[in-house]
T-cell receptor
Framework: DAKTTQPTSMDCAEGRAANLPCNHS???????VYWYRQIHSQGPQYIIH???NNETNEMASLIITEDRKSSTLILPHATLRDTAVYYC??????????FGQGTELSVKP | DAGVTQSPTHLIKTRGQHVTLRCSPI?????VSWYQQVLGQGPQFIFQ???????GRGNFPDRFSARQFPNYSSELNVNALLLGDSALYLC????????????FGPGTRLTVT
């Protein structure tokens, strides 16, 4: 299973863009990058996923480098409710999600 | 539409006992997965079921077992509970047509004393 590396924690000012990096240098050609977040004491919430191209939805944007060895999740206008642990996951065969430690994002007023 | 539901919300057991946790997937979702989340760590994969068959198993002892019913709901069973089994147990369901986008329930908080 491809492993991911994320910073342990990050701070972001409310209203500013939050850019969360993730390294996945051993990713295989057919593996997707998924992002989930977990607000305290709740189940993880799906945010976005991508394979090669950049993706955008109502929650966030995902930028994947051309060599696919890293990606960045962008929350364009962070709010206090975006404070959570963000997980970058490379989906293994069969669809099981291998979570790492994630990045604890603190959005501050 | 209702999301993934899990029961009970909280549970306290003593060492050596048995526990059964229940999960109802989103309507139309045929795949259910179970995860264990110990405090301070990310969720760890335990089982995946699709169409009532086990399709994947994580690195957990045989004390952990699960099954999926014809209505696609699922049970996770843990025998001979240990203190280390104290965790948040999460259930996730997915529609096969949505690749690996999984929807998680709120979890069951198990405390073993």
């Amino acid at each position: 299973d491809a492993k991911t590396t994320q910073p342990t924690s990050m701070d972001c000012a409310e209203g500013r863009a939050a850019n969360l990096p993730c390294n996945h240098s051993t990713i295989s050609g057919n593996e997707y990058v998924y992002w989930y977040r977990q607000i305290h004491s709740q189940g993880p919430q799906y945010i976005i996923h991508g394979l090669k191209n950049n993706e955008t939805n109502e929650m966030a944007s995902l930028i994947i480098t051309e060599d696919r060895k890293s990606s960045t999740l962008i929350l364009p206008h962070a709010t206090l409710r975006d404070t959570a642990v963000y997980y970058c996951i490379v989906v293994s065969q069969g669809g099981k999600l291998i979570f790492g430690q994630g990045t604890e994002l603190s959005v501050k007023p | 539409d209702a999301g993934v539901t899990q029961s009970p919300t909280h549970l306290i057991k003593t060492r050596g006992q048995h526990v059964t946790l229940r999960c109802s997937p989103i309507s139309g979702h045929k795949s259910v997965s179970w995860y264990q989340q110990v405090l301070g760590q990310g969720p760890q994969f335990i089982f995946q079921y699709y169409e009532k068959e086990e399709r994947g198993r994580g690195n957990f002892p045989d004390r952990f077992s699960a099954r999926q019913f014809p209505n696609y709901s699922s049970e996770l069973n843990v025998n001979a509970l240990l203190l280390g089994d104290s965790a948040l147990y999460l259930c996730a369901s997915r529609s096969i047509g949505l690749l690996y986008e999984q929807y998680f329930g709120p979890g069951t908080r198990l405390t073993v004393t």
